[in-house]
């Protein structure tokens, strides 16, 4: 049995603040190892569930976050970036039964500590035929075509709650309680450790293969908080304006959705002005 564990920060124990997630700070130096805690639990669990290997898919900022050397032995990580499947790499090659998506978050324009949908700030809303979606369901999506069920999900409570509606079967762990974008009720590194252990050994039970769905096709809707990223996005070729903040486009795979969302919101970022954004 292999594990495919999509690791994201913002949903990891003790993660609150922008300077907890912000690559070079104190603050991220401090939490990388309660991230890297939640994900070493996880990788214990699964192993004492009956796994025979565990990737890890480094999935956060410029995915060089997680500490190798404090992972258990048994595991191996892709770190780094520019990955064809971004957040969700390795499970394309036929050999992976099922994924965990450890430190997720809610999306754009939802409720949720540090919630955004995989720019901080520039997105405001993401739509899947005219379901606000956030990276979990992105993800879910795209993991579905090659038949691996989402077996693990934690984070706050509510990205929690929001994997209800694109994983029902899988387990969740809420590491934290929402209280804004930027406080949360806090559970400390030894108890989510355990808590995810516990959960991750269960869900290796739900690690079995299946026919790969294809839900398109697909019509992903982007808004963004000022016009002219709607603007530069269009350069991506299918990608349309359809209002003044808004653009959108079809596919007839998650595999060639995902990969033309990264292609936008790569654009977006690169039309950000320091100032005015």
């Known amino acids: 049995m292999k594990i495919l564990i999509s690791a994201d920060m913002e949903g990891a124990t003790g993660v609150t603040w922008p300077a907890d997630v912000l690559p070079g700070t104190a603050r991220w130096e401090r939490c990388r190892t309660m991230f890297t805690s939640d994900v070493n639990a996880a990788v214990l ?57 450890l430190g997720y978050h809610a999306g754009a324009g939802m409720e949720g500590v540090l919630a955004h949908t995989y720019l901080a700030n520039q997105i405001t809303g993401v739509w899947i035929n005219g379901v606000r979606a956030s990276e979990g369901l992105l993800n879910s999506h795209v993991v579905a075509e090659y038949g691996v069920p989402v077996v693990l999900v934690t984070g706050d409570d509510l990205a929690c709650e929001d994997a209800l509606g694109y994983a029902p079967g899988a387990l969740k762990v809420a590491v934290k309680d929402h209280v804004s974008r930027y406080a949360a009720v806090c559970r400390t590194p030894a108890r989510t450790a355990a808590d995810i252990r516990a959960a991750a050994k269960d869900a290796a039970a739900l690690a079995v293969r299946h026919e790969p769905v294809v839900g398109g096709p697909f019509t992903v809707e982007v808004e963004f908080d000022a016009e002219h990223l709607s603007m530069a996005t269009t350069i991506v070729p299918g990608v349309r304006r359809t209002g003044e903040r808004k653009v959108a486009y079809d596919s007839e795979t998650m595999y060639e959705g995902i990969r033309t969302f990264k292609a936008v919101t790569t654009i977006a970022s690169a039309a950000v002005e320091e100032q005015y954004g």
């Open 45 to 101: 669990g699964f192993f004492d569930g009956g796994a025979d290997e565990v990737l890890i898919n480094e999935a956060h900022w410029d995915m060089r976050n997680l500490l190798l050397e404090e992972l258990d032995e048994r595991a191996q990580m892709l770190t780094g970036r520019h990955k064809s499947l971004s957040m969700v790499e390795g499970v394309q090659h036929g050999d992976v039964d099922g994924v965990a998506f």
